[in-house]
């Protein structure tokens, strides 16, 4: 095994070990921070939800007053009607004001939705509950808020966010730098590739070529060029030497 062959041994084990741990390291902490983001994504929607419903109440409900209900002129109608719109391009998010005792299908709670309205009754004092659930459409994860008709909860208002699209952007991000560290990989060891023919294989192919010669008895052959102070280049010095002193051996033993 030459000497390229078991630099290039080592150097590509010593590098997938290296940028191994690098992308272990950013996959986990990609995937650890997935639920983070995805709470922080459902309260940003439910911010914006609460600002329609503030929105509908102050300039929209009055509007359509006076011919009889309709149910646009309810501010939850409203924010689902919009989330509905989002869902067409953004499957993950979900809206819903669960109502207890609702006769209209839109607000009638589900049994698990049922159990968070319970949760936030039985905890008065929580302005929002958020917690992972898991549903015959994946996992996601859900931000209630307690809706109430005076002290009286009658329901909670429910953002849901699917963990997939979540877990599939992770995963595309993660396959993104495996082949940024790829790139690098390959870059890095082209890159060491090139500095170990230059400073170490072809001195030593020059040296081991004229020490041939020289074994042949040819001693006609020129110097090594001595560049730098490394260990090459003393090398390069004592072969000179070596060369000088042998020709003024055999130079004495000609006369």
């Known amino acids: 095994m030459n000497l390229r062959i078991k630099f290039n041994v080592v150097m590509i084990t010593c590098l997938l070990l290296g940028l ?19 709470l922080n994504q459902a309260r940003l929607m439910l911010s914006k939800a609460n600002s329609l419903r503030n929105y509908h109440d102050a300039e929209v409900r009055g509007l359509l007053e006076g011919d009889g209900f309709k149910p646009q002129q309810v501010g ?11 869902s067409k391009t953004d499957q993950g998010i979900g809206y819903k004001a669960a109502i207890l005792n609702s006769d209209v299908p839109r607000y009638r709670p589900k049994p698990w939705e049922i159990e968070v309205i319970d949760y936030l009754r039985e905890n008065a004092t929580l302005m929002s509950y958020s917690d992972r659930r898991s549903g015959a459409d994946g996992d996601y994860v859900f931000l209630a ?22 877990y599939a952007e ?3 991000a993660v396959l993104q730098f495996a082949l940024l560290l790829g790139a690098i990989f390959l870059i890095l060891l082209i890159v060491f590739n090139v500095l170990l023919h230059v400073m170490v294989i072809r001195p030593i192919q020059m040296l081991s070529k004229k020490a041939n010669k020289i074994s042949t008895g040819d001693l006609t052959v020129e110097e090594l060029d001595v560049v730098g102070a490394d260990e090459i ?23």
Do not use: C
Request: proline share 1%.
């Open 20 to 38: 191994a741990s690098v992308w272990w390291f950013y996959r986990q902490e990609l995937y650890t921070n997935v639920d983070a983001r995805l």
């Open 233 to 255: 280049s003393q090398l390069a010095s004592s072969f000179n030497r070596m060369h000088r002193s042998l020709k003024s051996a055999m130079n004495m033993l000609g006369q």
């Open 145 to 166: 808020k307690p809706m109430k008709q005076g002290q009286a909860l009658t329901g909670a208002e429910i953002i849901t966010v699917a963990e997939q699209t979540a």
């Open 170 to 172: 992770v995963g595309e």
């Open 76 to 86: 939850s109608y409203a924010i689902s009607r919009v989330f509905e719109e989002m």
